[in-house]
């Protein structure tokens, strides 16, 4: 197993999906922070803004994908972390696109697929 160093941040408001990402990337050598939504997500970033890459889900209580995004892109600390978004929303590649993200993987995830896009980021 390759050691990245880098840490990555899941913002998933669905728990088996946030932790599967997170084992997932672990198993992979990242360190995985994680979020159930955007505020929480801002607070991690808060105290590490460190993270290479954010992997973002579009629809989630307390504050979503788009005002988490806003939020991120307002802060100039946080706004050249790249975001990939993580969504069932077949309209979300568009989506993504709107938010100025990297990328865009629909659920269900192509682990393999996705790993291939986090490691051109970190």
């Known amino acids: 197993m390759v050691q990245h160093h880098e840490q990555i941040l899941?913002?998933?408001?669905?728990?088996?999906?946030r932790e599967a990402l997170a084992i997932f990337f672990e198993t992979e050598g990242y360190d995985v922070l994680q979020a159930a939504n955007g505020e929480e997500a801002l607070a991690l970033l808060g105290a590490s803004p460190t993270v290479c890459l954010i992997l973002l889900d579009?629809?989630?209580?307390?504050?979503?994908?788009?005002?988490?995004?806003?939020a991120q892109l307002a802060d100039?600390?946080?706004?050249?972390?790249?975001?990939?978004?993580?969504?069932?929303?077949?309209?979300?590649?568009?989506?993504a696109k709107d938010l100025g993200a990297?990328?865009?993987?629909?659920?269900?995830?192509?682990?393999?697929?996705?790993?291939t896009d986090v490691d051109a980021h970190c």
Do not use: N, Q, Y
């Open 10 to 17: 899941v913002v998933e408001d669905e728990t088996d999906v």
């Open 58 to 70: 579009l629809f989630m209580p307390v504050m979503d994908g788009w005002a988490f995004r806003r």
């Open 102 to 115: 990297r990328g865009c993987h629909l659920k269900p995830i192509d682990f393999d697929r996705l790993r």
């Open 76 to 95: 100039a600390r946080l706004a050249a972390i790249p975001v990939i978004v993580i969504s069932a929303d077949r309209l979300a590649v568009e989506k």
